[in-house]
């Protein structure tokens, strides 16, 4: 241990857990859309970020478990709540079974960085109430049909980020990319759109870098 | 009826409620409510027992005592199923997280540092009492919420005319009304001596829907 102030040795101590709470990403959008295998994606790339995650499947269990099964992320940095029938309203109307299970998380990992907060799949109104999220991601996919972007609504319109997923598939299913990236762009204004396969970029490179400019 | 009562009964007041079904959820999944024949049954069935406790609570916590712990102890003791006092308790911190902002008070303070998960007729009872309104209130509002919950999940997961459920709530005003007026008779007793009606139909419903929700879908907290 040196005391000499000008010294530059390596600081010997871990960094002080940040105090308040972790930033926390909402990530919406249809369902099947990929908004769990982005999150799974998100967690492998985030390596130097301590995470968790909150999801509001149907199946409670099913999108945890399958973190759990990519490996990616421990059991108990995974909650899940349960909607009652209603996805929209548990992440817009009335947040508090999610920030209940954010609160938990946040108890349990001191330090915690970032939650990432998946919801149920919605319709394309559903977006997150900014009581709950500090910035939203909402995914469509290319296979929903490329007019998706062009019908708008506060999804598309208003999310911190759209992202269009899936475009391996684009010429499976007879979409025209440079439509719908023109739509997302023309109904965005200046908001970020990012188009992605997970197929070809597991690890959603473009989607991270996002997320850690919010971090920093 | 004091207008805190109408915010804290609102179905789009924000703490929490609507991701509770009351017992409703596992009853429909063991078809012991298959539509609106059954229901009305399941609903004045809850009012009377579960309800009423609610009701009794909620009316002593509209008159702020300063035992805040003990006064939830006492509930917890007639709350026998572990499932129901997780769900009480959820909706309880739930409902205080929304009506800190709206009624800021150290009274909710100090009932808070007591009892950091107060049980939700206590909460509502606190916010009704903090806000001015009485205990006949707060019951009145306990006892609605006993019913409303579950009635709106019969809905969600029945696909009911909400019509007809709305109508059945609408049905049990008079028993409501006569609830609270006995639940705010009894509000000043010592916290020991309150009534302690209780529904053993009801608490191992609760405790199979936890217990299933493990195994299969489950939509609804409780
Ligand atoms: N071809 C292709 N399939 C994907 C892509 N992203 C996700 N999927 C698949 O789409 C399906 C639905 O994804 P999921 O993440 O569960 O959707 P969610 O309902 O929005 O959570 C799964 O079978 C994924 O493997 C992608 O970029 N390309
Ligand atoms: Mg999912």
New binding site residues.
């Given amino acids: 241990m040196n005391f000499d102030p000008t010294a530059t040795d390596p600081d010997a101590h871990e960094p002080t857990p940040a105090t308040g709470r972790a930033f926390r990403i909402g990530i919406g959008?249809p369902?099947?859309?990929?908004?769990?295998?982005?999150t799974a994606a998100l967690c492998r790339a985030l390596t130097e970020v301590r995470l968790a995650v909150v999801t509001n499947d149907i199946y409670t269990t099913e999108?945890a478990d399958f973190l759990r099964r990519a490996g990616v992320l421990d059991t108990d940095r995974i909650e899940a709540v349960q909607t009652g029938a209603c996805p929209h309203t548990a992440i817009r109307d009335d947040i508090t079974a999610n920030l209940d299970a954010v609160e938990a998380l946040e108890e349990r990992h001191p330090g915690l960085e970032l939650v990432i907060i998946?919801s149920g799949?919605d319709n394309l109104t559903a977006v997150f109430s900014r009581g709950l999220v500090d910035a939203q991601v909402f995914?469509v996919d290319v296979a929903g049909g490329d007019k998706v972007p062009r019908k708008g609504g506060p999804g598309v319109t208003t999310a911190d980020l759209l992202v269009i997923?899936?475009t391996?598939?684009a010429p499976l299913v007879g979409a025209d990319m440079a439509v719908m990236v023109s739509d997302a762009h023309r109904m965005r204004g200046t908001l970020p759109v990012i188009t992605?396969?997970?197929?070809e970029t597991p690890d959603a490179p473009d989607v991270a870098a996002w997320v850690r400019g919010l971090l920093r | 009826m004091d207008i805190s009562a109408l915010v804290l009964a609102d179905s789009r007041y924000p703490g929490g409620g609507h991701v509770h079904s009351g017992g409703l959820e596992e009853a429909v999944s063991r078809g012991l409510v298959r539509g609106e024949r059954e229901l009305p049954g399941f609903l004045l069935g809850r009012l009377r027992t579960a309800g009423e406790l609610a009701a009794v609570f909620a009316a002593a916590a509209a008159l702020l005592p300063t035992d805040w712990a003990g006064l939830d102890a006492e509930l917890d003791a007639r709350t026998p199923s572990p499932a129901q006092r997780t769900a009480s308790r959820a909706q309880g911190r739930g409902t205080m997280r929304a009506g800190v902002r709206a009624w800021p008070s150290p009274v909710l303070d100090a009932l808070l540092s007591a009892v950091p998960r107060p049980h939700h007729p206590i909460t509502l009872g606190a916010l009704t009492g903090v806000a001015g309104g009485s205990p006949a209130d707060a019951a009145a509002v306990a006892g609605y919420l006993a019913v409303s919950g579950p009635a709106s999940a019969a809905v969600r997961l029945l696909g009911l005319d909400p019509f007809a459920v709305n109508a059945m709530v609408a049905d049990l005003s008079a028993e409501l009304r006569t609830q609270a007026t006995r639940a705010a008779a009894t509000a000043a007793l010592p916290a020991a001596d309150l009534p302690a009606p209780g529904s053993p139909g009801l608490d191992l419903l609760a405790e199979a829907h936890a217990r299933h929700h493990k195994e299969e879908v489950r939509l609804f907290a409780s």
């Fill in positions: 959008g369902v099947g859309s990929g908004k769990t295998a982005l999108d998946e799949g995914v997923n899936k391996d598939l992605q396969s997970l197929v």
